[in-house]
């Protein structure tokens, strides 16, 4: 007996709000986990650094670069992972 796939778009929106989630969803723990721990510490820097993460700047806009960078391939990595499924 098969098991039921998960619907590509759920696991996408999932890794959008917060990365892992998706992964979470899909049943892929460890690949969860990894993207919480990377989302979280960016989180992180955000709260302790927040004064010097709001000026434009080279390590600003390299930050802000990576925060987009992991959310992004969070959800990408999740629909492809759900539709291979």
Known sequence: MKAKSKDPRIA???SLIFP???HFYLGRF???SA???AAGILWLAVLTRRQMLTVINPVSLLFWFAMAA???Y???ECY???SQS
């Open 12 to 14: 996408a929106l999932l």
């Open 30 to 32: 460890f690949d969860g």
């Open 20 to 22: 892992g989630l998706g």
């Open 80 to 82: 492809r992972k759900a």
């Open 35 to 37: 993207f919480m721990v």
């Open 74 to 76: 969070a959800a990408v």
């Open 70 to 72: 992991v959310y992004f």
